[in-house]
């Protein structure tokens, strides 16, 4: 018997809409990100990128557990001496929601090419409002 191996040419890439009102940030991203990577369909293939489109919207609405709300930090570093910057949730939040979940999901997407070939596959908007009605998306319940 021979393993099967899903090429390019075969994968059909779906679209699939997330209502993330009331979700749990984390749980949303493992979700999304088994979406991404192909994980869910029966012809994955590690090397090949048969994930699908996902669009998420309110990502306003999220939800953290535990005190991640107060304690949770962002850190980035310009590379220059000193140039440590940090952000909290709440404050990220407030300013771009949507960032937030990008960050979570495609920080559970491989780190390499692939990887970032699967994230730009990810569309999140704060508001209910996208501009992918054209393409039928497809909604789906996430559990938790």
């Given amino acids: 018997m021979k393993t099967y191996y899903a ?39 590690p090397h090949v990128d048969t994930g699908d489109n ?8 999220i939800k953290v557990t535990g ?7 962002y850190k980035h570093h310009s590379g220059h001496p000193g140039g440590m910057k940090s952000e909290s949730y709440a404050l990220a939040m407030e300013k771009h929601p949507e960032r937030v979940v990008e960050h979570a999901i495609k ?6 090419t692939l990887g970032r070939q699967m994230g730009m596959k990810l569309h999140v908007y704060a508001g209910d409002q996208h501009k992918h009605q054209a393409q039928k998306p497809q909604e789906i319940k996430v559990e938790g």
């Fill in 107 to 112: 920080g559970m997407l491989p780190k390499n």
């Fill in 67 to 73: 005190a991640k709300a107060i304690d949770k930090e």
């Fill in 54 to 61: 996902l669009i998420i919207i309110n990502a306003d609405k």
């Fill in 7 to 45: 090429k390019k040419e075969d994968i059909k890439h779906e679209w699939y809409l997330i209502d993330a009102t009331d979700l749990v940030l984390g749980r949303l991203a493992s979700f999304s990100a088994n979406i991404l990577r192909g994980k869910n369909k029966p012809e994955y293939t």
